[in-house]
């Protein structure tokens, strides 16, 4: 079977919302994409408040046919817009009789020790104003290292830093009687354009537009708005030829067979796909939608739901509401005074008023790093298989280590905690794949054996 290329001419999988027809040896595999996002057939509506209803309808339906299941369905409940929502129109639903599942029980995931992880406030007063049925799941951030069990058990790269939790609800939920548990997971892609605010102004000529949108996400002071808009607006617009010279080495910590392998030096720009639409907003999003993050978050979803025998159910991944969503114009999403306009004017009678006016995002590059500190501490480097096979520059990653804590210590930003974790996965495939990690879950591992989580084990 042939492969397809991406626009740098590195191997890539078939096409997000594609179909792959094998052929013969000589014609190969034909691949086809059979769904686009229809960013270009703008939905134009005489008055905001009818794109205010239709997202109402189109959202309650997504919830509604979600909650076809045989007792409670469960719903993970974070305080944020997405998951509050979700959670909320579906103790609607249940509560007027027009579902058949009996209740919507919730669950949080705590990490009480991390203040920039700490959603407390915005989770008690959904499940007092909502008066909710509601399980939390507190983790206190010393527990042993997990991952290179969970890349045994599964031959598969390991859960993200929160997965333990996660599995921990879906078990929860399933001590519940629930055999579904809902998410707010997508909400963002679709409702937050925000990033791709500037892009389409600027593309459009609408500059005026375009600076009062910067003033407002900036915040005061015309000079941070005009960085705002040149970083966020103009710079992206410059010809694909046209080379940043400030751009930094990508991944310079990848060294070695590793870096040619993945081609990191070939691609300059990461997730760029073959251009399929004309504005550049456009295309922008839909490389967030189908460059890969997605279908791996799907995959780790599965897999957690599956280890204690429930499915993960995700409203806001309805085909029509993202449809529709991509539809409508960027200036009905977002204002230069608030971000996220449909979800909270349109959802404004459903939403608890704290969690509505919310514009704070818990942060959880903190519990990441831990999760890295605590699998890798970084005086065990040498020892391990990533740098002694000479993927990893030693000095590098801890560089990159060292600007990963300031970042994360300071008042946004991760740093390179995606790479650092990144680290971690490698080494737990590869002791996996050796046998040099432990041979099972031990009795202290958050996972358990697998064995004790089966539906009515």
């Known amino acids: 079977m042939g492969r397809e290329r991406d626009r740098d001419g590195d191997p890539g999988r078939a096409p997000a919302a594609g179909s792959t027809r094998a052929g013969d040896r000589r014609a190969g595999a034909r691949r086809w994409r059979y769904w686009l996002p229809p ?103 010393d527990g042993p290292p997990w991952a290179w069990q969970d890349a045994a058990f599964w031959s598969d790269i390991p859960l993200p830093p929160d997965g333990p939790e996660h599995v921990q609800v879906c078990r929860a939920a399933r001590d519940r009687g629930c055999s579904v548990v809902l998410t707010g997971h997508g909400g963002h892609h679709s409702f937050d354009p925000t990033p791709f605010v500037l892009l389409d102004l600027v593309q459009g000529g609408r500059w005026s537009s375009a600076w009062r949108m910067a003033r407002g996400f900036a915040g005061p002071g015309p000079l941070a708005a005009a960085r705002m808009l040149l970083h966020a607006g103009v710079a992206p617009h410059r010809p694909s030829w046209v080379q940043n010279p400030r751009a930094p080495r990508r991944a310079p910590a990848v060294t070695g067979a590793a870096r040619a392998a993945a081609g990191l030096d070939a691609r300059r720009v990461t997730g760029r796909l073959e251009r399929t639409y004309r504005r550049l907003r456009a295309q922008r999003h839909f490389e967030q939608f189908a460059g890969g993050y997605d279908a791996m978050s799907m995959e780790i979803f599965d897999r957690t739901a599956a280890r204690v025998g429930v499915e993960y159910r995700h409203p806001y991944f309805d085909r029509r509401l993202v449809e529709f969503a991509c539809r409508v114009p960027v200036t009905v999403h977002a204002t230069p005074c608030l971000g996220r306009r449909l979800q909270r004017t349109g959802l404004r009678d459903l939403l608890p008023q704290g969690v509505a006016a919310r514009r704070s995002k818990a942060r959880f590059s903190e519990v990441w790093l831990r999760s890295v500190e605590r699998h890798l501490p970084d005086a065990s480097w040498p020892e391990t298989s990533i740098v002694r096979n000479g993927w990893i520059d030693l000095g590098e990653a801890r560089a990159a280590l060292g600007h990963t804590r300031a970042k994360i210590a300071g008042p946004s930003g991760a740093g390179q905690i995606f790479f650092l974790w990144g680290m971690v996965q490698v080494e737990s495939v590869l002791r996996a794949l050796h046998g040099t990690g432990e041979d099972g879950p031990g009795p202290g591992n958050p996972l358990r054996d697998y064995r004790s989580s089966r539906p009515g084990s």
Request: proline share 4%.
């Open 39 to 141: 960013f270009d057939d703008r939905l134009e509506l005489a008055d905001p408040a009818e794109y205010e209803d239709r997202f109402r309808d189109l959202f309650a339906d997504a919830v509604r046919c979600r909650l076809r299941a045989v007792g409670p369905v469960g719903s993970e409940l974070s305080g944020g817009l997405d998951s509050t929502s979700v959670t909320a129109m579906a103790t609607r639903l249940v509560r007027s009789g027009e579902v058949a599942a009996t209740g919507v029980p919730a669950f949080s995931c705590l990490f009480p020790w991390s203040v920039r992880a700490r959603e407390d406030e915005f989770i008690r007063e959904a499940v007092d104003t909502l008066g909710l049925d509601w399980t939390s799941i507190s983790d206190d951030g």
